[in-house]
């Protein structure tokens, strides 16, 4: 029922209106009315023990740890509860029945006009003060006799320590306050002890607050002093304040990612079918890409082909082919009529394989080996094929031929003769004459020869040649003398 970790510089005020338990286990008949809940009790002296213990020069932890094997070892009740006041090397314990406290405050607030609402919580929870502790503090050497709220105590303090006390029911007579006082724990080197009677009121008054603060036996594990519980608490107090302005901008951040998610998404939904086609490009350009790659490689049949044209046809055997990027590498079986200058220059010839080169290898048996580099990923497109129409070569970069193109001659065309600008009209031929009656059984008579034509008109006939192409004129188109003379040839 006492607090562990209480607060110091807080201590509970006005002591006269607790209610306060008797001797019989019951609120006192001259106390206060009993509140609802009441959580600071005055404890009757008749129901504690009281007892002093000095401690050695020990300091902090060292002398709680020593105290509370003290307490564990004299423990007065089955299961005491304590009320330690230390002040320097000493300390003042007082102690009580701790299950017996508790029923008394629980059969305490049950029958009250108003109870509480949990009165074994309320009892576990309140919190017990010893009479003595919430009376006057005398100061000097005072031995007196003080009525209690049930009973007499007798009291001896020192410099504010309360040294030695008894209790008795009744008050008891001078001589054995006086034995006691001389033969008890009260008794000392000193000369025989001023006797001091307090019994009327104006001695019995409450102070106005306890003027110490107790602990109890689980306080008296902590390490902690007062001024040390103190910073904790602050630093505590520090520390949530840090750790919710931390939160808050953890929040604000958090609100601010959803914000950007949701303006995201809202983004991508709007431009959902712009974004489909995008990827479909994508992949269609990486496909392109790979195409091209693909495309733009040598090919290896065509490589052989391209070998099969320009090695010679009769005795020639290609036994190895090795292709490394740009790099080539043949074997042949040539035989002894073919000489190597010959196939090295035909190689070369086309143009598309260069830097032929003969390698002497031991390794070969009855093979001779070639290593040439090549200038373009296909051939070079010849003038033949061109004129065949043929198309070029992957990857080689050639433009296709026009098809049906005739190739061009290179033989000079004779001079055209072109009739004068001035010439004149063709003179119309005469009719024909009709036929006559000829006997069916009549010779076919032969056709008449045509008439010479002038030297002028032949001339016009002659077909035009330019740049190696003949167009002959037409026929039908004859050419009549002109006035003006001929232009000197």
């Not at 008749?46 to 401690?55: D, E, K, Y």
């Not at 300091?59 to 003290?70: N, T």
């Not at 073919?338 to 394989?353: C, D, M, N, S, T």
Request: glycine fraction near 6%; hydrophobic fraction near 45%; charge should be neutral.
């Amino acid at each position: 029922m006492q607090n562990p970790f209480r607060w110091p510089f807080f201590s509970p005020a006005v002591p006269e209106g607790w209610p306060r338990l008797s001797v019989q286990g019951a609120p006192a008949a001259d106390g206060p009315p009993l509140a609802k809940g009441a959580r600071h009790w005055v404890l009757s002296r008749g129901l504690c023990r009281f007892r002093l213990f000095r401690q050695p020069a020990t300091v902090g932890s060292s002398a709680k740890s020593a105290l509370r094997l003290q307490l564990i070892a004299w423990s007065p009740f089955d299961q005491s509860s304590y009320f330690v006041v230390m002040q320097k090397d000493v300390a003042m314990v007082w102690a009580w029945d701790g299950p017996a406290a508790e029923a008394w405050l629980r059969a305490a607030q049950t029958p009250t006009p108003a109870p509480t609402a949990n009165p074994t919580a309320a009892a576990a929870t309140a919190q017990l003060w010893p009479e003595a502790v919430c009376r006057p503090r005398p100061q000097g050497e005072v031995c007196r006799l003080v009525q209690g709220i049930d009973g007499w105590e007798a009291q001896t303090w020192s410099a504010g320590v309360l040294n030695a006390s008894r209790w008795w029911p009744t008050q008891p007579d001078v001589a054995e306050f006086q034995r006691w006082a001389q033969t008890g724990p009260a008794a000392g080197p000193s000369s025989q002890p001023s006797l001091s009677v307090v019994a009327d009121a104006a001695h019995q008054a409450w102070a106005k607050r306890p003027w110490a603060e107790g602990l109890g036996l689980q306080a008296l594990q902590s390490t902690a002093s007062p001024l040390e519980r103190v910073v904790v608490g602050a630093t505590l107090v520090g520390l949530v304040g840090l750790s919710a302005a931390q939160g808050r901008q953890l929040w604000d951040v958090s609100a601010q990612r959803q914000s950007t998610i949701d303006a995201r998404e809202r983004l991508q939904a709007s431009l959902g079918s712009t974004l489909v086609a995008r990827e479909r490009a994508l992949s269609l350009s990486g496909e392109a890409q790979e195409l091209s790659a693909a495309m733009s490689a040598v090919q290896p049949l065509e490589l052989l082909q391209h070998l099969s044209e320009r090695l010679p046809s009769q005795g020639v055997l290609l036994r190895e082919l090795e292709l490394q990027g740009q790099r080539l590498r043949i074997s042949l079986d040539l035989p002894a009529d073919v000489p190597r200058a010959q196939v090295v220059k035909e190689l070369q010839a086309a143009g598309w394989l260069t830097q032929v080169s003969e390698v002497r290898d031991s390794s070969e048996r009855g093979g001779v080996s070639f290593e040439m580099l090549l200038s373009g990923n296909g051939p070079p497109l010849s003038i033949a094929a061109a004129g065949r129409g043929d198309a070029p070569p992957p990857g080689s970069g050639a433009v296709p031929p026009i098809p049906n193109a005739a190739a061009p001659t290179l033989t000079p065309a004779p001079t055209p003769a072109f009739p004068s600008a001035t010439a004149a009209l063709p003179v119309p031929r005469p009719a024909a004459p009709a036929p006559a009656n000829v006997p069916a059984n009549a010779p076919i008579a032969a056709p008449p020869t045509p008439a010479p034509q002038p030297a002028a008109a032949a001339a016009t006939r002659a077909p035009f040649s330019a740049g190696g192409l003949d167009f002959p004129l037409p026929p039908e188109l004859p050419t009549a003398p002109r006035n003006n003379p001929a232009p000197p040839n």
